[in-house]
């Protein structure tokens, strides 16, 4: 249980850190903040001035909503993870919060309206659906394989059915999974790999765009024998990119926690830093680093400014998570 709320502390810690500098640049958070290593005010955001200071967004709500979810109801479907997003939206107030993407916006909004899960996102190639992946593997009762890739499945596909979002989603799950099962760096990145190849087989529509796996594997070897942070981070902006796309957030987040590995607070810093979509990426490479290291090591101080200011039980979902992990053949 203890390392199941560290993840969700880093998880919500990394949204937090990263929410006020949001898709501003590299160079203007360089010029700035420098390295980002303390909760920056809102009022200096570019697009979140309307949140209070250690606020977490949909990066987390969206997964501790969809593991209550999950673990209340004993499976994982495509039917209750709309459940679990419209009951978010409607009880967070994220559309009228302004941090709701733009591609699950569409697509819960479409649903609400009457349309068919399996259409509503169509062509969304955003980074929702690596985003709450982290949900489906923790609440999984499956090891690996495809039913795994089913779950991670049910839980992306009514906002982003597309290929790019799929294997991005992919990558995040089986990397968390495999992190949650002990496995070294170069085996979590390995099932990352393994977890992308899944998404052709769901028969999800081809989007004609950069592979996420391809990026991860170009990535992680550019920068295996790279100690310059900045130089990491420099290049994660400037050729893969940072934006809102599942296919640039998944290899920048991947390549991140490859280089911090048990570094949590570095990986998080660095999801902080990079530009772009820096909550997605920060809170993603933290709570993988999390799972990976048992633990994290995070000041115990901004930890206590994000649970108190977003007033999240942790220690709850984690229990739900343990015991739907005990289930596990």
Known sequence: MYKYQSALEALAVGDALGMPTEFMTRDYIKRNFGFVSSIIDPQ??????????????????????????????????????????????????????????????????????????????????????????PAAALCSISRCGIELAEDIYRCSVPTHNTSSAMEAAMAIGFAVKAAVEGEGVRNILKAASEGMGYAAGFGVPEFAGPSTLWRTRYFTRALFRCSDIEEILDTLYFVNGTGLQAYEVVPAVLTIFSKAKEDVWLAIRMGASVGGDTDTIAALAGLLSTLYAGEHNIPRQIVEDVVMTNRLDLSRYASLITKRQQMIP
């Open 44 to 133: 200096f955001s570019l697009i979140h001035k309307n949140l209070a200071r250690a606020s977490i967004t949909d990066d987390t709500e969206q997964n501790l909503y969809l593991i209550e979810t999950y673990c209340g109801s004993g499976k994982i479907t495509i039917e209750n993870t709309v459940d679990g997003l419209l009951s978010w939206i409607k009880e967070s107030g994220a559309d009228r919060k302004g941090y709701i993407g733009p591609s699950s916006m569409k697509a819960i909004k479409a649903i609400e309206g009457g349309e068919d899960p399996l259409k509503a996102g169509l062509g969304a190639t955003t980074c929702g659906a690596p985003m709450r992946a």
